[in-house]
């Protein structure tokens, strides 16, 4: 009996102490780990993440190869983002295609520079335009059976983040009848991003504005009543075109019964800062006109307002109101005084509006954007008359009513630099 009370009285020593010693070699374990230098007691940080940077290396190398040899991305790739019906997947240079309603949508890797997919697609007939940052032509879907206008954007002149833009508000925008339809397709080549439209037969509007003379009412009421809706339609998705023009716009059929908005190269979401001001047109804003590289500006609605303006007048007369927006340009001036109320008349090129139009105008092209309409105004002017019946009743109204010599060369020039191009 004596000996079992011993024993347990030693078992009960050896766990006290075994106990203190474990306290005590945690206490000098922390003690010693506060004293350590700051570089020592991050070693197991970075050890974390050379391990994390190991871990997306292979992962790297895995979706290298998965694209090289033209299989699918890893299983773990396509938990991760949800890879399955209607969703798209970038991976690196490439986009692996998903089934979608519409066609495969397929984004050529930058190691393959091969254009056999477009060929095998599309059968091209024949170039509608060339521009500074690429080229359109026509050509025939294969597979949906008609013609579409296939965009090729310069890689030279155009960021891979801002062909992805315009390519992505071009199809969320497509649902509109007077704006264009962006096909789902879009392709990489080696020189350039390719993206396929819907094919407008009529032309541009440029085409139907004839110089010095304009075009018909109804028509310019026609237009500019489709142009607005669309415009309203990207303001409600707090968007901001920033490039209305007539060369931007197009009519959907060789009727001319509708017009559609296209280009989205520059298009921004509402309150997006651009710190950098490239050049200006006659459809540029006064604040975009004025402001410098260093301040730069705002994307605001007000903008495209602005420039709906400019495009109704160069419809109706087949001329620019003025060179830019800048008190330097004589008929900005001019018009600027009148706005202003210094002088009662309005300028020469401004007499053969109606009354109900001039106060369209003095919405439209107010000098604050504070105070400058929205695009929804326009259609509560379209019962009105626009034109005085005057300037249609002698030809040679133009006697009484001076207009400039240079903003009419300078839109004939425009026009026919616009042709020589096709």
Wanted: proline letters at 5%.
């Amino acid at each position: 009996m004596q000996g079992t009370k011993v024993k347990f009285a030693l078992v009960k020593f050896a766990l006290v102490k075994f106990a203190l010693v474990g306290v005590i070699f945690t206490q000098n374990y922390a003690r010693a780990h506060r004293a350590l230098p700051p570089q020592k007691k991050t070693f197991a940080r970075d050890m974390r993440r050379r391990r994390r940077w190991r871990r997306r290396t292979r992962r790297r190398g895995e979706r290298q190869e998965a694209m090289n040899n033209e299989t699918e991305p890893p299983g773990w790739y396509k938990k991760r983002f949800s890879y399955g019906n209607s969703q798209e997947i970038l991976i690196s240079n490439k986009k692996y295609s998903a089934k979608t309603n519409c066609s495969k949508l397929e984004i050529m890797s930058s190691g393959s520079y091969n254009s056999s997919n477009l060929d095998e697609r599309y059968s091209f007939i024949k170039q509608a335009g060339q521009g500074t940052y690429g080229t359109t032509w026509i050509a025939e879907d294969k597979v949906l059976g008609k013609l579409v206008a296939v965009k090729a954007i310069s890689k030279a002149n155009t960021k891979r983040a801002d062909f992805k833009r315009e390519l992505k508000y071009g199809r969320y925008l497509s649902n509109h009848p007077n704006i264009i339809t962006t096909y789902e397709n879009a392709y990489e080549t080696k020189s350039s991003y390719v993206m396929v439209q819907e094919f407008a037969t009529g032309g541009d509007l440029f085409d139907a504005i004839k110089p010095e003379e304009g075009m018909k009412e109804s028509k310019a009421k026609l237009y500019i009543h489709q142009i607005a809706k669309a415009v309203e339609y990207m303001h409600s998705k707090k968007l901001v075109h920033r490039d209305i023009k007539p060369e931007n716009i197009v009519l959907g059929d060789k009727e001319g019964s509708y017009a559609q908005l296209i280009d989205f190269g520059m298009t921004l979401r509402t309150g997006t800062h651009v710190p950098k001001v490239c050049g200006s047109i006659p459809y540029t804003p006064p604040e975009i006109c004025s402001s410098s590289d260093e301040v730069g500006f705002y994307a605001d609605p007000s903008c495209d307002v602005w420039s709906v303006g400019v495009l109704l007048f160069c419809m109706l007369t087949g001329s620019f109101p003025w060179e830019q927006a800048t008190l330097s340009d004589p008929n900005y001036y001019e018009f600027v005084q009148w706005q202003s109320g210094v002088i009662s008349k309005p300028p020469p090129m401004w007499r053969k509006f109606s009354p109900q139009l001039l106060k369209l105008f003095n919405g439209l092209l107010a000098m604050d954007p504070r105070e400058r309409y929205e695009i929804t105004e326009i259609e509560k002017f379209l019962g009105e008359p626009w034109l005085l019946q005057s300037c249609f009743a002698t030809p040679n109204i133009y006697d009484s009513c001076t207009l400039s010599a240079s903003t009419h060369s300078q839109f004939s020039q425009l026009h026919e630099i616009h042709l020589s191009g096709m």
